[in-house]
């Protein structure tokens, strides 16, 4: 079933608009902001999408209007949100340039009036998980590798994300002759539906039985391992950075410490990823279970700090291409997308053979 934000009510919302300042995570910034039972226009970084929504609701937010801050005034990205419980309100997402003309309409205490109708329905779509074992290693320290299978309509989605599905595939191959080291089984998994919110690895999670989940060492997941404009991001497993989400659960520190320190052997330098929830680690941690990975980044955008680590354009996406239809095979970084092949293969045949330092093992 795919997730969607809830429809207005018929003919559409009215109301008044309040342009919150920060980054809206809190139901006290709505409410300092005065937004009860108006529309509230809203940042889009920092927390997750589902958390600003979750924090208006709770504050008598009538609709949400998220800017996404991109580098291009005209561009809008599509937002996935999981569904949240009690009080879901309408939620939709602005380009910059539409975001700041409203902002400035509504500079200087000026009154600004809103209709906004916003149409959901229930999409009934089939997708598939792809799931692939090694014949030998431990099934009660299961080692869970995967990366997303789909793209959005948009766009062919090369890096988003057949770079690190690929990766997937190669590293199942190149681990294969070597099955007799295995101590630990690895389950390779391409995982459906992805752009409609996790759905596919959600539900893999949600159908495992007690025991099947305890038996699940740790999950290793990619996304857009090939971005032109990148920053070599590893998962922020003990929130070291400290921002946004909080740490992995125990056994995540490990695997980003893992990444990094094979990285920083090939002088290779890392920034941390935050657990924000967008990619199909997600499930995982809510269950408990360590996880870890990497990316190149996709609508982040690069920083002069960044751009003196890694190279590349500051102030754009280090995808620019992310979910676009130019996400084709000119979109790849092919010395990034094999350093982070080079990686992921080191990494699963390392909690292959031993697990010490992850979880309980």
Not at 160 to 175: I, P
Not at 248 to 270: D, K, M, V
């Amino acid at each position: 079933m795919a997730r969607f934000s809830p429809s207005t009510p018929a003919g559409g919302l009215r109301a008044e608009l309040t342009v919150v300042p920060g980054q809206g995570c809190a139901p006290e910034e709505y409410e300092a902001a005065g937004a009860r039972g108006r529309i509230a226009l809203v940042r889009g970084e920092e927390c997750s999408l589902t958390d600003k929504q979750r924090a208006a609701a709770q504050a008598g937010v009538r609709l949400l209007l998220m800017n996404i801050g991109a580098p291009g005034s005209g561009m809008n990205l599509r937002h996935r949100m999981k569904p949240p419980e009690a009080g879901v309100i309408p939620s939709a997402s602005l380009s910059r340039g539409e975001s700041e003309q409203l902002a400035a309409d509504a500079a200087g205490g000026r009154t600004v009036t809103l209709r906004v109708v916003l149409r959901g329905k229930h999409v009934r779509t089939r997708s598939f998980n792809v799931l692939a074992d090694t014949p030998t290693g431990r099934a009660d320290r299961t080692v869970v590798l995967g990366a997303h299978l789909d793209s959005v309509p948009e766009g062919p989605g090369i890096d988003d994300n057949a770079s690190s599905a690929a990766m997937v595939l190669e590293t199942a191959l190149r681990l294969a002759p070597h099955a007799g080291q295995v101590r630990n089984r690895v389950r390779f998994a391409w995982w459906g539906a992805e752009e409609r919110g996790m759905v596919g690895s959600q539900h893999y999670v949600d159908q495992l039985s007690a025991e099947e989940r305890d038996a699940i060492a740790l999950n290793l997941n990619f996304e857009t391992i090939g971005a032109p404009n990148y920053a070599r991001m590893v998962y922020d497993g003990d929130d070291s950075d400290g921002t946004g989400a909080g740490p992995g659960p125990p056994g995540s520190a490990a695997i980003e410490e893992e990444f990094t320190r094979y990285f920083a052997r090939r002088g290779l330098p890392t920034v941390g990823l935050d657990f924000d929830g967008r990619s199909d680690f997600g499930p995982f941690i809510e269950a408990g279970i360590p996880a870890g990975g990497g990316s190149g980044g996709y609508n982040h955008v690069k920083t002069p700090e960044w751009q003196r680590l890694f190279g590349g354009r500051a102030g754009q996406y280090l995808d620019p291409c992310y979910h676009q239809t130019c996400d084709t095979t000119g979109n790849i970084d092919r010395t990034l997308f094999g350093q982070f092949g080079d990686a992921m293969a080191y990494v699963t045949g390392r909690f292959a053979r031993d697990l010490s330092g992850v979880g309980r093992w």
